[in-house]
């Protein structure tokens, strides 16, 4: 009865060493949110602004770029995946990649090829052990990623989408991350980047009368997107890593703190344990006790 006890306290200082862990872990993500948080903030509007600029620019020219302009029969697309480089976020990863396996079934639903391009350490890790092929992956940066990791990433997107599809360009380009709603809401997306799908704001304004204003390009409206072109990328893809970022410090807090709770159930769960055994010690000691002086008495009574 003494081992079994012995066994119950072992087991109740691992999982109270555990459970410092995961507290730790959760503080840790805790923080982090809120510097990712304010990153996320800043980025937004300079990302918004600029799609307004490139949307103004395709809406005021007929130019036809890659940027703006839709290919008749689109035979390539690039998908960008956005995972984490580390675990310990319960499905974060999982969800982003069942996201691009989505997409991807989709445009070869639509009798495209997909390139694809990784980033983050699981992601690579899914598509390696099951020996698919990898356009470009990058890892090492997920939960801070700087701007300087954005153009990294999309420089060989945009090499890709400005070659002709015999060259191995793309028509197309995808990307799917995890967008941060609340501390408790993270949803892993999928958006089109190129081509720019333009909104209806110009064509409600035209149907209500209104004379849209008129741009004059200098030097031309083509240098013009050619110039916004890597700078739109760029900042989409880098709100994309702030916000897939924001979420796996969410996700890794959520999952730290259900893990301390479980934690605090199982050491209470083993302490009651540890107090039948060692009740149940106390009983048998005090039986054999008893037992002990009823035959010692017996005996001495035979002996009278």
Same mark, same amino acid.
């Given at each position: ?20 862990? !995961? ?7 805790? =923080? ?5 948080? #304010? &990153? *996320? /903030?800043? $980025? ?71 390139? !694809? ?7 690579? =890790? ?5 020996? #698919? &092929? *990898? /356009?470009? $992956? ?167």
């Amino acid at each position: 009865m003494g081992a079994k006890l012995r066994v119950y306290k072992r087991r109740i200082r691992s999982v109270t060493a555990t459970k410092k862990i !995961t507290k730790a872990m959760e503080m840790i993500a805790a =923080s982090r949110i809120v510097k990712a948080q #304010r &990153k *996320v /903030a800043a $980025s937004t509007p300079y990302a918004s602004e600029l799609t307004r600029a490139v949307t103004a620019v395709a809406t005021g020219s007929t130019t036809k770029h890659a940027l703006t302009t839709e290919v008749d029969n689109p035979t390539r697309a690039a998908v960008l995946l956005i995972t984490s480089d580390r675990g310990l976020a319960g499905g974060y990863s999982s969800n982003a990649i069942k996201a691009g396996e989505q997409i991807t079934e989709r445009l070869k639903a639509e009798g495209k090829e997909v390139d !694809t391009y990784i980033v983050g350490r699981k992601g690579v =890790s899914y598509y390696g052990f099951r020996e #698919r &092929k *990898v /356009a470009d $992956s990058w890892t090492g940066f997920t939960d801070s990623p700087t701007y300087a990791d954005a153009k990294a990433v999309a420089g060989p997107l945009i090499d890709a989408v400005q070659k002709d599809t015999a060259e191995g360009g793309v028509d197309e380009l995808h990307i799917v991350f995890t967008e941060f709603v609340s501390m408790m809401t993270q949803t892993a997306i999928d958006d089109r980047l190129l081509p720019l799908s333009l909104g209806t704001s110009e064509a409600e304004e035209s149907s209500k009368g209104e004379i849209l204003p008129l741009f004059d390009f200098e030097p031309s409206a083509e240098d013009v997107l050619d110039a916004l072109l890597p700078r739109y990328v760029e900042s989409r893809i880098y709100n994309a890593l702030l916000q897939a970022a924001a979420s796996k410090h969410a996700a890794t807090r959520r999952a730290m703190k259900s893990a301390t709770d479980n934690a605090e159930e199982l050491i209470k769960s083993l302490a009651r344990l540890a107090n039948a055994a060692r009740q149940a010690e106390i009983t048998q000691e005090i039986s054999e006790i008893v037992g002990g002086a009823s035959a010692l008495a017996d005996a001495t009574a035979g002996s009278d």
